[in-house]
């Protein structure tokens, strides 16, 4: 949280107590490395409170660790998906789930692991597409 507080710190030069809109998306970049869409700096804004002209230091640290939050449970689906993925082929068969699910879960009953596969497979290609498996994860993530 330090380097959050540091960021802010930077990028509120007059020492106003807040961020502007502009100080905003240049504290996205410091942190996260990407320039926030008008839409998401607006997004952002009008959600904190709308009468005020910026986001304040507590808001901000919020906002930031929930991107921090988000950014790296992403990465956390993309690295399992590549586990998965053994051949590199950008897409899991239900072949790559009965190796995953026999490491990881062995005593695993196979029909389980055709139901999961069935349930993931979205439009029933026989393939596990990046999108669709996030996808998965994030519903199993809300009902958790």
């Known amino acids: ?3 959050h507080f540091l960021v802010f710190k930077a990028c509120d030069e007059e020492n106003k107590g807040y961020l502007s809109r502009e100080d905003f ?3 996205v970049v410091m942190l996260f490395g990407y320039k ?3 839409i998401e700096a607006d997004s952002v804004m009008s959600s904190i409170n ?3 002209s910026g986001i304040f230091l ?3 640290l919020n906002v930031a660790r929930k991107k921090k939050e ?3 449970y992403w990465s956390e689906i993309r690295h399992i998906f590549t586990a998965f993925d053994r051949h590199c082929r950008g897409f899991l068969t239900l072949e790559d789930f009965k190796k995953a699910f026999k490491q990881v879960a062995p005593k ?3 029909r389980i692991i055709l139901e999961v596969f069935r349930e993931v497979d979205q439009d029933s290609d026989g393939h596990v ?5 996030e996808y998965a994860m994030n519903c199993g993530r809300k009902e958790a």
């Open 36 to 38: 926030p869409s008008k």
């Open 50 to 52: 709308q009468n005020t």
């Open 58 to 60: 507590g808001d901000f």
């Open 25 to 27: 998306k240049v504290a």
């Open 108 to 110: 695993l009953p196979e």
């Open 70 to 72: 988000t950014q790296l």
């Open 129 to 133: 597409s990046f999108k669709d498996f």
């Open 1 to 3: 949280m330090e380097l």
